[in-house]
Structures are given as C-alpha cells and as structure tokens.
C-alpha cells in the first residue's frame, strides 16, 4: 500500500506562483514513478507532469515552460513549482503513484488563480 499526502494549495492572483507537495509512504520502495494531473470543472482529468524514480520528467506540452516537477528522495517527496499562473490553471490537482502494487491517488488540493 501506498499513501500520498498533498498541500500547497491556495488560492493566488494571476502571474503568482505555487509549490505543491506530494509526500508518499507506506511501500514506497515499490514505486515506479510519481505525477501531477488535474482536473478543472467540466473538463477530464488530465497529466501535468511525471517524474520516474530515476529523475526523468516528462510534462504536458502546455505545462512546459512554467511548471517544474522535481523529486527529494530522502523525503519521499514529490513537488510541483507552478509560475506564472493563469486562471485556466484554476483546478484540483492531483498526485499519483504507480507500482507493482497499483495505482494510488492523493485526495487532491485546490488551485484557484484570480484574474
């Protein structure tokens, strides 16, 4: 089993900036690799970012540019730095790990950027 525990969600002005925060236990020694998606009203959920346990990120071709996924593997910890923030990035975002166990989900954090 696997647990993932989000913050860093807030509400910003447009032009801000966030870090979110992605801290997993539990078998971590079995995952794989760890990503951001959200999920804005209406819309499907969609990939922001992957990062593999090796380092290898990979992002939405509308994320690059602006956001960053980076790993601190002694604290199990993936972060998500998001600049330059619009409002069509106002969404819940999501953390997901992926292993031999299956796949787990964060219960999501909040992003809402004013115009």
């Known amino acids: 089993q696997v647990q993932l525990v989000e913050s860093g969600g807030g509400l910003v002005q447009a032009g801000g900036s966030l870090r979110l925060s992605c801290a997993a236990s539990?078998?971590?020694?079995?995952?794989?690799?760890i990503g951001w998606y959200r999920q804005a009203p209406g819309k499907q959920r969609e990939l922001v970012a992957r990062i593999s346990s090796r380092g290898s990120a990979n992002y939405a071709d509308s994320m690059k540019g602006r956001f960053t996924i980076s790993r601190d593997n002694a604290k199990n910890t993936v972060y998500l730095q998001m600049n330059s923030l619009k409002p069509e990035d106002t969404a819940v975002y999501y953390c997901?790990?992926?292993?031999?166990?299956?796949?787990?989900w964060g219960q999501g954090t909040q992003v809402t950027v004013s115009s």
């Open positions: 997901n790990a992926r292993s031999i166990l299956g796949s787990y």
């Open positions: 539990g078998s971590t020694f079995s995952i794989n690799d």
